[in-house]
C-alpha cells in the first residue's frame, strides 16, 4: 500500500510539472525558431531581430511558467498571482532564465491566494468584494515577488549552477551516457514529460545561453531507442503488435509522440535493455561528436530536431548519427530479444492498458495501436453495456440506448453489466475507451464499441443506424407488440424519494479536484446511511480505473466492484458546482454520488440519464437556487 501512495504521488508530481510547460511548447518552439534564425550563428543572422531572444527566455517563457502554475492551483487568480511571484525570482536571479524559479513560484501564488480566499470568504461587506479581491491579489504577489528577489531567486539560481556543473563534470568524466539507465525507463513508466521540461530544459537552456547549444536537450527527445523498438516489432513480432508497428513508427519517428512505443516495451520488460542500451549510444555520439540543440525539440520528431540545431554542418551530422545509432543499437538488442522469446501472440492493447495504469492517465495515442474490435453481427439481438462495477456509468448508457432503440423500433434487448460479468451471448459490448481493452479480453468474439461520453456519444446513433439496415416490417411490428417488455417502463422519479432526498442535494458547492469532489460525495453517501465508510475510498479507486464522467458536465462517481458488499442500501446525493470541478480536462457541474444495491437504484439511475442527456436540462439544474428547486426539476422532467 505504502508502495502504491507513493508512486501515485510520484505521479501526480510529474503531471504537475509537465501540466506547467506542456501548454507552453508554442511559446518554447517561437524561441527556438527565432534563436535559430537571427542569431549571429544561425540561418539568417540578424541583429535586429536577435534582440528578441533573451527577453522571451529570460521573461516571456517564465512568466507563461509561473502564470500556468497558479492557474493550475487556482484558475485564472492564481495565475495572476503566481505570475507576479515569479517575476521576483526572474528579477532575482537576472544571469539564469528562470524555469526552476517559476515552476516553484507560479504555484506557490496560487496556493497562497486560494488559501486567503477561503480564509475570507463570507466576511466581506457587500459592495466591498471586487476591491478586497484586487487589493489582496495584489498585496500579496508583491509580497511574493520581494521574498522572491531576495532569497528564492537567489538560491534557485545557485541550485541551477550546482546541476550545470554536474552535468559538466559528468561529461568531462565521460559518465553521461550513464543517465539513459534513469532517463528511458523514466519516461516509459510516467516522467517523460517531467524529465524533459521539468529537470534537463533549465539545465539546456542555461547551457544553451553560454555555448549556442546544449546535449541536454536531446538526452530525452532522441527518437532513436523508440525507433528502433519498433522496427524490431515490423520484422519479428507477433500478432496486432506486430500490425500495428509501422504506424506507430511513422507516428513516433515525424510526429514526435514518443508515448507510443512505450506499451510495446511494456509488454516485453526485457526491451527496457533495448532503449538503455540504444539511449546510451545515443548520448556518447552526442557526446563525441559534440552534437546538441539550441532550444527543446518539443514534440520529439526529428523534425522538431532539425529545426532547432544550430547552423553548423558538423552538429547537424552529430544529431544525425545520435538517431541513427541508438536506433540501430536498439533495434539490434530488441531482435535478439524477440527472436528469443516463446511468446505466441502479443496484445498490444493490454500493454497500452498497463501503459496507461502507470502514467495515471489516459493515452493520447492507444487508438493508434488498437486491435480489431470485431465485426458487427447481421442481426443483433443483445447489447450489453459494461463498466468496472456495473451500476453506474453503464446503467446510464444502456438506458438512453434503450431508449433510441425503443424509438427506432428495434427488437434489441439492452442491459448493463460490470466488465467481468460480460456474459457469453452478447454480441455488441459498449465500454468507455479506457475498459474496452479489458472487454476484449472478457468476450473477444463480440462487436465492441468504445465511447468516451456515455451521455452523448455519436456511436449510439450510428449503432442504430447499422442496425436499422437489417430491420424487417414483420421484426418492426413485433417490437410494437412487445414494446414495454423490451423497454420495460418508464422511470417514476415520485415513487423513489427513499432514494434521492433534498437534505442529500448540495447547492453551490466548490472543490479544488475531483478527488476532493468524489470525497465529498461519498461522506454523504455515509451520513444518509447508503454506505458503509469504507466505500468512500473505493469511489476513489473506482476514479482511478477511468473517469466516471458521463459528458454534458455530468459526473457519476461510484465504488468498484468489490466495494458493493460495502452498500447498505440503494440511494443518491447530488453535488451541484456552477463553476465546475476538473475532471481529466472535462468540467463536470452536476455530480451524482451513487451507492446501488441488488439493482434498486437503475429505475431512478435509468430517468436520471434521460434527463441529463439533455444539455439544456443539465444547465436548468446547474441554475438552481434550492435543493428543492433542483429536485423537483428532475421530478418535472
Not at 318 to 326: I, P, R
Not at 471 to 499: C, F, I, R
Amino acid at each position: 500500500m505504502a508502495q502504491s501512495t507513493i508512486k501515485v504521488r510520484v505521479q501526480k508530481f510529474g503531471n504537475f510539472l509537465s501540466s506547467m510547460v506542456l501548454p507552453n511548447i508554442g511559446a518554447f518552439i517561437a524561441w527556438g525558431l527565432i534563436t535559430a534564425l537571427f542569431i549571429p550563428t544561425g540561418f539568417f543572422p540578424n541583429e535586429s531581430l536577435a534582440n528578441l531572444v533573451d527577453p522571451m527566455v529570460y521573461y516571456l517563457l517564465p512568466l507563461l511558467i509561473g502564470y500556468t502554475g497558479g492557474k493550475l492551483i487556482y484558475d485564472q487568480r492564481g495565475g495572476v498571482v503566481g505570475a507576479i511571484a515569479t517575476m521576483g525570482v526572474i528579477v532575482g536571479a537576472p544571469e539564469t532564465p528562470m524555469f526552476l524559479g517559476a515552476m516553484l513560484m507560479g504555484p506557490l501564488g496560487g496556493f497562497v491566494i486560494k488559501k486567503f480566499d477561503q480564509a475570507i470568504e463570507g466576511k466581506i461587506r457587500s459592495g466591498f468584494e471586487m476591491l478586497v479581491n484586487n487589493f489582496s491579489a495584489g498585496i500579496l504577489g508583491a509580497i511574493l515577488a520581494v521574498l522572491a528577489y531576495l532569497g528564492i531567486g537567489p538560491a534557485v539560481d545557485a541550485f541551477t549552477e550546482a546541476l550545470v556543473t554536474g552535468v559538466d563534470w559528468l561529461v568531462e568524466a565521460g559518465l553521461l551516457p550513464l543517465t539513459s539507465i534513469l532517463i528511458e525507463p523514466g519516461k516509459i513508466l510516467f516522467l517523460n514529460n517531467a524529465i524533459n521540461h521539468g529537470i534537463l530544459s533549465p539545465i539546456g537552456l542555461e547551457q544553451s545561453e553560454s555555448t549556442g547549444k546544449s546535449i541536454m536537450f536531446l538526452l530525452e527527445a532522441n527518437p532513436g531507442p523508440g525507433l528502433g523498438v519498433l522496427l524490431a516489432f515490423m520484422l519479428f513480432g507477433r500478432g496486432t503488435a506486430k500490425q500495428s508497428a509501422s504506424g506507430a513508427g511513422i507516428i513516433h519517428f515525424f510526429g514526435g509522440i514518443h508515448e507510443i512505443y512505450f506499451p510495446y516495451v511494456l509488454m516485453k520488460p526485457m526491451l527496457f535493455l533495448s532503449v538503455i542500451l540504444g539511449g546510451m549510444s545515443g548520448v556518447f555520439t552526442l557526446v563525441l561528436l559534440g552534437g546538441g540543440l539550441q532550444a527543446p525539440a518539443s514534440p520529439g520528431s526529428i523534425l522538431a530536431i532539425t529545426a532547432v540545431t544550430p547552423n553548423d554542418g558538423m552538429v547537424y551530422v552529430a544529431n544525425y548519427a545520435a538517431v541513427l545509432v541508438a536506433a540501430v543499437v536498439s533495434f539490434a538488442v530488441s531482435a535478439v530479444i524477440m527472436k528469443t522469446s516463446k511468446t505466441s501472440d502479443e496484445d498490444i492493447n493490454e500493454a497500452t492498458k498497463k501503459m496507461e495504469q502507470m502514467k495515471g492517465k489516459k493515452s493520447s495515442v492507444a487508438g493508434h495501436v488498437s486491435e480489431n474490435k470485431g465485426t458487427l453481427p447481421e442481426e443483433v439481438n443483445k447489447i450489453v453495456f459494461a463498466c468496472d462495477a456495473g451500476m453506474g456509468s453503464s446503467a446510464m448508457g444502456a438506458s438512453l440506448l434503450r431508449k433510441k432503440v425503443k424509438e427506432a423500433g428495434l427488437d434489441v434487448s439492452v442491459t448493463n453489466t460490470a466488465i467481468s460479468s460480460i456474459p457469453a451471448d452478447a454480441q455488441v459490448v459498449i465500454t468507455q475507451e479506457k475498459l474496452t481493452p479489458r472487454a476484449v479480453n472478457k468476450l473477444p468474439s463480440a462487436y465492441h464499441i468504445s465511447v468516451d461520453n456515455f451521455l452523448s456519444s455519436p456511436e449510439y446513433d450510428k449503432l442504430i443506424a447499422s442496425l436499422q439496415d437489417g430491420v424487417t416490417e414483420e421484426q418492426a411490428e413485433l417490437v410494437e407488440e412487445s414494446e414495454t417488455e423490451a423497454v420495460g417502463t418508464e422511470p417514476n422519479m415520485d415513487k423513489d424519494d427513499d432514494l434521492l432526498l433534498e437534505e442529500n442535494i448540495f447547492i453551490g458547492q466548490e472543490f479544488a479536484s475531483k478527488e476532493e469532489a468524489i470525497r465529498f460525495a461519498g461522506e454523504a453517501l455515509v451520513k444518509a446511511g447508503y454506505v458503509e465508510a469504507s466505500y468512500v475510498d473505493a469511489m476513489i479507486d473506482r476514479e482511478g480505473i477511468t473517469t466516471t464522467y458521463m459528458g454534458n458536465n455530468v459526473a457519476i462517481p461510484h465504488g468498484t466492484e468489490e466495494a458493493k458488499k460495502a452498500v447498505i442500501k440503494s440511494g443518491f446525493t447530488v453535488i451541484q458546482v456552477p463553476n465546475g470541478v476538473d475532471f481529466d480536462g472535462e468540467q463536470a457541474k452536476l455530480i451524482f454520488g451513487i451507492a446501488g444495491k441488488d439493482g434498486t437504484h437503475l429505475e431512478i439511475l435509468s430517468g436520471i440519464a434521460v434527463i441529463c442527456s439533455e444539455q439544456e436540462n443539465v444547465d436548468q439544474m446547474v441554475g438552481a437556487r434550492t435543493a428543492k428547486e433542483l429536485k423537483d426539476i428532475i421530478n418535472s422532467k
